[in-house]
Structures are given as C-alpha cells and as structure tokens.
C-alpha cells in the first residue's frame, strides 16, 4: 500500500491493528488513538506505519534504561519534571502546527541526570500521542528547545549511547509529522552542542533547524509570538500548562506503566516474519 491521497484514519488504524494481531510477539493492547497517529503520521501509508511501529517497539525492547521502570510518580521522574519544564502546548488560533516546549527550571547541573531526562521525555511524548486535544491535522510538530541556563557542565553530563537512542527513535519511529525545530536563547558554545549532536542527526532534520540568539525575534518569522511563553511576549503561561499535564500523568500512571502496551513479547516471534527480523537487525546494527 502506497501513500493515499484522501486516507482515512479511523480505517487505516484498523488495518494496522489487524496486522498487529498476526504479530503475536508485538505488544497487542495498543491505544486506538496512538494507532491512529501512526497512519496520520505517515500520511495513510500502512506499510510504512508498520515499519516505524516495528522499529520504535524494537528500540524499546533494546534499551530498559530508558523505557524501563517508566511510572511518571517516582521520585526520579517528578524531580526531572520539577527541575526542567517540557510542555505540550495547547493549540494557537489560526495555526494548525503543535508546540512542545522545553527549558531549565533548575539551572544545576548536578539535578541533570540524562538518562532519566530521556526517559522522562518519552513518557510526556507517549501520553501526549493519546491525547484527544492533540489534533491530527496538517500541521506538524514544531518542538522549542530553550537554553536559557544550559551550561557546559550539562554537555557533559550527556550520556552518548543515550543520545543516540534518542535521536534515531525521534526521528525514525516516533508518530509525529516534525515541521521544524527551535532552539532559542542559543548559547556561546553552540556549535560544541552541535559536535554532540550531529553525528546522530539525519540531513533532512537538520534542515529544520531554526537558531536564535538571545533577545531576538527572528523566531517570529516561523511562528505565532502567541506560541511562546508569556514572559517572552508570547501567550502561553507555562506554569498553568504544566500543572494540566502533571494531572494527566497522575490520571494516566496505568497506562504509562502498563507493560502489555509496551513490551515486546520474545517468545512469541514467528521466526518467518522477516519484516520483524530485518528490523530487528537494524536495530542491533
């Protein structure tokens, strides 16, 4: 199956959850909703959809650190959360993109744990992908990275092999239609961040790429100042949108935590699956 041009969602999605039944190893209580952001995501291509299910699922599998011991109450989790804001904004007027924001709270880097800032981020990412006032239109993700208080010190508490699981799982498993990236309040050291970062980087992500410097409003040429926080101008309150998600992640601690939605049942893999089998390869490679 090729990309349609008038796909339906809600009968894409069923097609996905069919195949997945004839998968008995893949996890079967998947969200209707996050089902659904699979064929939105891949604008109706089922085939497609399959492969970046597969490969997320098999990204998950290979790396507990990160998606492992995910409940969103325990103390690791709540502290990152407290000491780094990373908030799913609500819909602007008359844009159809979706802003995710993220910045330091807490400016120590001692409180800078990457590992557990990752898993953190997956499970806002994961609870986000079943939300319903997270439209499925045809605008993109556009996710704000604010270093503002991003220090050498936090460099170099980044873990590589985390990072590197990060970024291939971003940016090619995760259900999202990404627009364009953002990172405002850009420091001196940039372009070592950017050392980091960019050997794990695929060229068409690094096209969306969008830098500004601190006290600029070159950002404002890409996207509604209503977008970003109030104290730059903008009309998001942070605070007020961050407290809403603390509430949906004490509402939906069962599903975060819930490893039947998660995990990959080893046992059950039919060895003729090849599809399954390549992936899994790319994976280990």
Known sequence: M?????????????????????????PQNIHPTLLQRYIHSTHGDLEYAKKIFILGYTIRQNNPIIFENRDPLSSNVMNILKSIDMVPLPPVAGCEDKFIYYRLVDCDPDKFDFNDVIKTF????????????VPMNDGGDVPIF???????????????????????YTQEAHPVRLKAIHV???????????????????KRVAEMLHFHLPNSETIYAHLPKAALPDEYGGEQSIIKHKEDWFNRLRLQRDYITDTSRWKIDESRRSNGNDLCGTLRKLEID
């Open 2 to 26: 090729g990309i349609e041009k008038d796909f339906n969602i809600e009968e894409g999605a069923e097609r996905l959850k069919d195949w997945i039944t004839t998968q008995p190893h893949l």
């Open 122 to 133: 997956f499970i806002i990412a994961d609870l986000r992908m079943i939300q319903p006032d």
């Open 184 to 202: 405002i309040n850009c420091t001196p050291f940039l372009d070592r961040v950017m050392c980091l970062v960019k050997p794990f980087m695929k």
């Open 146 to 168: 604010d270093m503002n208080g991003f220090t050498l010190r936090h460099l170099t508490k980044v873990v590589l092999s985390t990072l590197r699981v990060y970024m291939r």
